[in-house]
């Protein structure tokens, strides 16, 4: 019983995987979701900050409804992330990612921030 059980518990399972990954993807038309969400684990941005609540820094949902319809909401989300930000969601810190740091790209902070955008639901 329990021997022909696990495979199917083992199968919902991926088809519940698999569905939580391509949520975000469906509205991320113009960046590769998946790779992003890889590259933001890899950068530690994880860290600090969860796609639907807040931790150290805000949810990346609230971020992206914050700055909907905003036309310069991809520089300035790029900007922070390149730059460091504080003071929009409360006293701490975001930390610089470009410059001096040298950590992520310009391109690459494009493309964490235009993948944040697309998290808003
Ligand atoms: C050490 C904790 C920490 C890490 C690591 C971190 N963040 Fe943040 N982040 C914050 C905090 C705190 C804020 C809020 C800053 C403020 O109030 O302006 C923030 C704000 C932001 C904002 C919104 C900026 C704005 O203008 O409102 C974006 C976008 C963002 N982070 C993306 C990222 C990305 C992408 C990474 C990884 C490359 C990352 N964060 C890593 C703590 C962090």
């Known amino acids: 019983m329990t021997l022909q059980c696990k495979p199917m ?3 919902a399972l991926a088809v519940a995987l698999a569905a ?13 979701a998946r790779a992003t969400l890889a ?6 941005c994880l860290a ?3 796609i639907d609540k807040p931790r150290v820094g805000p949810s990346y949902a609230a971020i992206a409804r914050r700055f909907r ?19 929009t969601w409360g006293i701490v810190p975001m930390p610089a990612y470009g410059g001096s740091q040298d950590i992520l790209s ?14 808003g639901g």
């Open 9 to 11: 518990l083992a199968a």
């Open 39 to 44: 590259l933001a684990k890899a950068s530690g």
């Open 69 to 87: 319809g905003r036309a310069d909401a991809l520089q300035v989300l790029q900007r922070a992330i390149l730059e460091g930000h504080s003071g």
């Open 106 to 119: 310009a391109a690459q902070a494009r493309d964490l921030a235009r993948w944040v955008l697309s998290l």
């Open 48 to 50: 600090c900050h969860a």
């Open 20 to 32: 939580g990954t391509a949520a975000p993807q469906a509205h991320a038309a113009a960046v590769d």
